[in-house]
C-alpha cells in the first residue's frame, strides 16, 4: 500500500526537480541515477531541508506540505543518515546517540536500544567517534536516526565515503535494516550492487524527473525503459538456497518458475537470497541443448523483444514460470530463431550471481 505521496517542483539555475511519485510504507525504495540526476535533491524536499516552489507531500493520510501546509524538518518524524555520520567528537558514541533523543520531539517508537542492537554497537558506547573506523562511524550515524523513532529513515549515500572494505562490513547492518525494520526506508544511490542487494522498490532518476519506478525485479525487467544497474541490463530475483552439492563447491536456489546452480558461499538450505542474472549471461534456443557445458537450462516463452542500447542487438524477456530472464541476442540471431513473443525457448543461463 502506498503511504507517501510526493509531487515537488523546484527550478534552480541550470536545474529541475519536477516528480510526483507515490511510494510504498514499508520495505527500502532506491532513489537510483548518475551523480546530478536530482537524487540528493528529492531526499531533501522530503525532508523538509528544501522548499520547492510547489510542493506537495503526504505520509499516512497526513499532510507534511502542499500549499497552505508547511512542517518544518524538526516536526517530520523522520531519521536522516547522511554520507558522513558527523558525530560530536568530544562526546562518547552513547552520549551522541542521547543528544539526539534530547531534541526529538518524536515518540520513541523503535527505540535506543534496539538501534544499539540492530546496528550491533553495544561494545562501542564508550568510545569516541576519533578512535572508530569509518564503517563503524557509519553504523552509530544511522543507530542515531533510528533512535528517535522516525516513521521514515531518509539514507543519503551512507557507504559512499567508505572504502571497499568498510561497505562490506556495513552491508550486512543494512541488510538487516531491510530485513526488521517496519518503517520506509528510501535510500539514494548510484551504486548498482547496493541497490541490487538492498532495494525492495526503485525509482529511477535522470535530469530531475523520474524515468521508471516501481518493485525492483518488475522494473529491472522492463524492457520499454530498460534500467542498466552497472554496465548491463539484467535481473534481480528473490530466492532461496536448496541443495548443496559439496563435492563440487557448489548450491541450487530457487526461485519461483525454477532454480540455478551457482558457487556454493556457505549458505545454508532454506535460506533466503538474492541472485542477479545479467542478459549478456544469458542465451537461446528453439531445443534442449545436449553436451553443454552451461549447467543452468531452463524452459521458458518469451514474453517481449525490445531494443538495445548497442546497435545490431535486441533485448528477449524470457518469462521462466511466475519470473522472467533477459537476454541479449544480436538481431540476426534472434530472426534466425524466428523470435516473437509466445515462443517457447529454452535459457541457458552462463553466470549467477549470489549477492551477498
Known sequence: MDSIKARFKLDWPGFTLDVDLALPGRGVTALFGH???????????????????????????????????????????????????????????????????KRSATAQRFGLEQAIELLGIGHLLARKPDTLSGGERQRVGIARALAVGPEILLMDEPLAALDLKRKQEILPYLERLHDELAIPVIYVSHSPDEVARLADHIVAMDGGRVVAHGPLGETLARLDLPIYLGEDAGVVLDATVGEVDAEWQLCRVAFPGGSLWTRDHGIAPGKPVRIRVLARDVSLALGEPSHSSIQNILPGVV???????????????????????????????????????GKAVFAQVKSVALLE
Open 35 to 101: 551523480s546530478g540526476s536530482g537524487k540528493t535533491t528529492l531526499l531533501r524536499c522530503l525532508a523538509g531541508l528544501e522548499r520547492p516552489s510547489h510542493g506537495r507531500l503526504e505520509f499516512k493520510g497526513k499532510i507534511w506540505q502542499d500549499d497552505t501546509t508547511w512542517l518544518p524538518t524538526h516536526q517530520r518524524s523522520i531519521g536522516y543518515v547522511f554520507q558522513e555520520a558527523s558525530l560530536f567528537a568530544h562526546l562518547d558514541v552513547l552520549g551522541n546517540l542521547n543528544f539526539g533523543l
Open 303 to 341: 514474453d517481449c523483444i525490445g531494443p538495445d542500447d548497442h546497435p545490431g542487438l535486441l533485448l528477449v524477456r524470457v518469462a521462466i514460470g511466475a519470473s522472467s530472464l533477459i537476454a541479449r541476442l544480436t538481431r540476426r540471431s534472434a530472426d534466425q530463431l524466428g523470435l516473437e513473443p
